[in-house]
């Protein structure tokens, strides 16, 4: 499968705990997205990455987010003391900007859900 | 920053029918609005797509318009079938922002056989 790929696809932890995610974009695409889908709503974006360059952060994210993307290749987010209010699907997307904006894949998703 | 609203929030139709969706943006720098269609458990998928320096784009069922002047665009799907149903979702970007989706709230849209 050469598309978007995030692990794990469901995550159940305890209030307080810290997670990570993982994307694994197409492995062209110098841009990568995360965003946080919460039930009945779109997709509300969270971060972006052009390369290994994290150029824009979502003013909603609280501090206890945090998303890297070394070399360019593949990110993580990590939420650390994780709250009830942090449940919801995380989306990865990527795509390629030859000059302008075009087509986001998206990843399956990592569902989270804080007990 | 930008803001999409969409309408209807959920929307049933009869298999045969046409369906259309709405959304208005804020952003005038807005240059790129996708539709993505999402199954239940599933991650959105582009069904179709158009640029600011077009007015329509149509691809096979699906069509989308464009109104840069009253910042709307619409969806249309005619013939609709049951494998249609699914949440769709509007969004823009542009100017600035990287490629950066705003998405609208979504449709939830039904089609009964």
């Known amino acids: 499968d050469t598309g978007v790929s995030q692990n794990p696809r469901h995550k159940i932890t305890k209030r307080g705990q810290n997670v990570t995610f993982r994307c694994d974009p197409i492995s062209e695409h110098n841009r990568l997205y995360w965003y946080r889908q919460t039930l009945g709503q779109g997709p509300e974006f969270l971060t972006y990455f052009q390369n290994e360059a994290q150029l824009e952060k979502s003013r909603l994210l609280s501090d206890r987010f945090s998303a890297e993307r070394p070399k360019g290749s593949f990110s993580t987010l990590e939420i650390q003391r994780t709250e009830q209010g942090d449940s919801a699907m995380y989306l990865c997307?990527?795509?390629?900007?030859?000059?302008?904006?075009?087509?986001?894949?998206f990843g399956q998703g990592t569902r989270l859900t804080v007990v | 920053g930008e803001n999409v609203e969409q309408h209807p929030s959920t929307l049933s139709v009869q298999e045969g029918d046409s369906a259309v969706i709405k959304c208005t943006y804020s952003d005038s720098a807005s240059n790129y609005f996708p539709w993505y269609k999402q199954e239940l458990g599933k991650r959105p998928q582009l069904i179709i797509d158009i640029r600011s320096n077009v007015g329509e784009k149509k691809d096979q069922r699906i069509a989308v318009t464009l109104n840069k002047t009253a910042k709307h665009f619409s969806l249309h799907i005619t013939e609709t079938q049951p494998e249609d149903s699914a949440v769709y979702f509007c969004?823009?970007?542009?100017?600035?922002?990287?490629?950066?989706?705003?998405f609208g709230q979504g449709t939830i849209l039904t089609v009964h056989p």
């Open positions: 969004a823009a970007s542009g100017g600035t922002s990287y490629g950066k989706l705003t």
């Open positions: 997307a990527s795509s390629s900007s030859p000059g302008g904006d075009t087509e986001a894949f």
